[in-house]
Every structure is written in C-alpha cells, then in structure tokens.
Nanobody
Framework: QVQLVESGGGLVQPGGSLRLSCVASGSIFSIGVMGWYRQAPGKQRELVAVITSGGRTNYADSVKGRFTISRDNAKITVYLQMNSLKPEDTAVYLC?????????WGQGTQVTVSS
C-alpha cells in the first residue's frame, strides 16, 4: 500500500512564500510523473505543476514565474516552492503521483493567502 503525505501548508500574507512537500511511502516499485493540483471552494480541481522522472516540468499559466516544482527521487518526494503568493492561490493543494502504474492522491494541505 502506498501513501502520500503532504506538508507545508498554512496561512501566509500576500507576497509571501511557502514550500510544500509530499513524501511517498510504502511498497513502491516505480515512480513516474509527480505533480501538484489545487482545489478552491466551489471550483474544480486544477493542475498547478507537474514534473517527470527526468526533470521536465510544466506549470499552469497562473503560477508560471512564481512557483517551482522539484523532486528528490531518492527520497520519493516532490516539492512545490510558492513565491509571491496571491489571495487567489488560496486552496487545498493535493499531491498526485504516478506510482506502480496507478495514480495516487494525497489527502491535501490547506494554503490560505490573506492579510
């Protein structure tokens, strides 16, 4: 059984920064694309950023230039560095990993951007 555990969320003022982490654990044989999604109240879940096992990245237009996704394959961890945060970034952020040929989701971590 594979588990994903996110951390690093919280309350931050506009313009601030947060770093999210997502660690995968359990019986893991292969890891492919790792990514972050977010879901705000009343809105659909949306892609924030993804990173392949080779390090190629893709970002939502709304976060380009502000967010950076990275991964540590040895630690089976994906990170999301979020800078210049805006109130519209407020959402539950969920980790998504292609693991053992299937898609796994974390439970989510709340990010609130407010003064």
């Amino acid at each position: 059984q594979v588990q994903l555990v996110e951390s690093g969320g919280g309350l931050v003022q506009p313009g601030g920064s947060l770093r999210l982490s997502c660690v995968a654990s359990g019986s893991i044989f292969s890891i492919g694309v790792m990514g972050w999604y977010r879901q705000a109240p009343g809105k659909q879940r949306e892609l924030v950023a993804v990173i392949t096992s080779g390090g190629r990245t893709n970002y939502a237009d709304s976060v380009k230039g502000r967010f950076t996704i990275s991964r540590d394959n040895a630690k089976i961890t994906v990170y999301l560095q979020m800078n210049s945060l805006k109130p519209e970034d407020t959402a539950v952020y969920l980790c998504n990993v292609d693991c053992n040929g299937g898609i796994k989701w974390g439970q989510g971590t709340q990010v609130t951007v407010s003064s």
